[in-house]
T-cell receptor, first 118, second 117 residues
Framework: DAGVIQSPRHEVTEMGQEVTLRCKPI?????LFWYRQTMMRGLELLIY????????DSGMPEDRFSAKMPNASFSTLKIQPSEPRDSAVYFC????????????????FGPGTRLTVL | AQKITQTQPGMFVQEKEAVTLDCTYD???????LFWYKQPSSGEMIFLIY??????QNATEGRYSLNFQKARKSANLVISASQLGDSAMYFC??????????????FGTGTSLTVIP
């Protein structure tokens, strides 16, 4: 089975431009997570969805960030306008909640998108 | 309070020796899971091992084992017979089962492991 797919793998843009990151979760998974990783702040959870519905977006840094999940197989994270401090690696992860899984439910990570805002 | 604490920003180990990476956690949830992920320099996050709070035995996966001490709330990762390919960042994470209805993970800040030939 294909894992979590993210595109693009690398993005270089100029300050003020709109950036759209894309994610295709593992088929059948009902949870999708967006993370941001920087040296300074480590791995931060930005937002997560359950069955395409945003559950918690308290990690989204500001209104410039938005995320959507129009269907079970696709999600986007948009930054508009982008700023140099948005430079980071953005990960998408998915998982499947199972009633008998208890505390398990491993998260599967995509390869990440390395964003550089000049 | 931090849910997951990794106090070792960087660790060095000689090739073929064992190394322990520390992780302590904070939760009042009676049911939780602890995970370790590896992030090599290429950047991907690789799941290594899982320990459930009700598991009686320490988890093992090949050269990886988890030293789970519930009373101390610690879940240290032990890597035996270190290899050069083990050089990477290692993250400890926790998922609470009852309090966390959203399947959210809490990640530590990571430990950078360098294996010396």
């Amino acid at each position: 089975d294909a894992g979590v797919i993210q595109s693009p793998r690398h993005e270089v843009t100029e300050m003020g431009q709109e950036v759209t990151l894309r994610c295709k979760p593992i088929s059948g998974h009902d949870y999708l997570f967006w993370y941001r990783q920087t040296m300074m702040r480590g791995l931060e959870l930005l937002i997560y969805f359950n069955n395409n519905v945003p559950i918690d977006d308290s990690g989204m840094p500001e209104d410039r960030f938005s995320a959507k999940m129009p269907n079970a197989s696709f999600s986007t994270l948009k930054i508009q306008p982008s700023e140099p401090r948005d430079s980071a690696v953005y990960f998408c992860a998915s998982s499947l909640w199972t009633s008998g899984g208890g505390s398990y439910n491993e998260q599967f990570f995509g390869p990440g998108t390395r964003l550089t805002v000049l | 309070a931090q849910k997951i604490t990794q106090t070792q920003p960087g660790m060095f180990v000689q090739e073929k020796e064992a190394v322990t990476l520390d992780c302590t956690y904070d939760t009042s949830d009676p049911s939780y899971g602890l995970f370790w992920y590896k992030q090599p320099s290429s950047g991907e996050m690789i799941f290594l091992i899982y320990q459930g709070s009700y598991d009686q035995q320490n988890a093992t996966e090949g050269r990886y084992s988890l030293n789970f001490q519930k009373a101390r709330k610690s879940a240290n990762l032990v890597i035996s017979a270190s290899q050069l390919g083990d050089s990477a960042m290692y993250f400890c994470a926790m998922r609470e089962a009852f309090f966390n209805t959203g399947n959210q993970f809490y990640f530590g800040t990571g430990t950078s492991l360098t294996v010396i030939p």
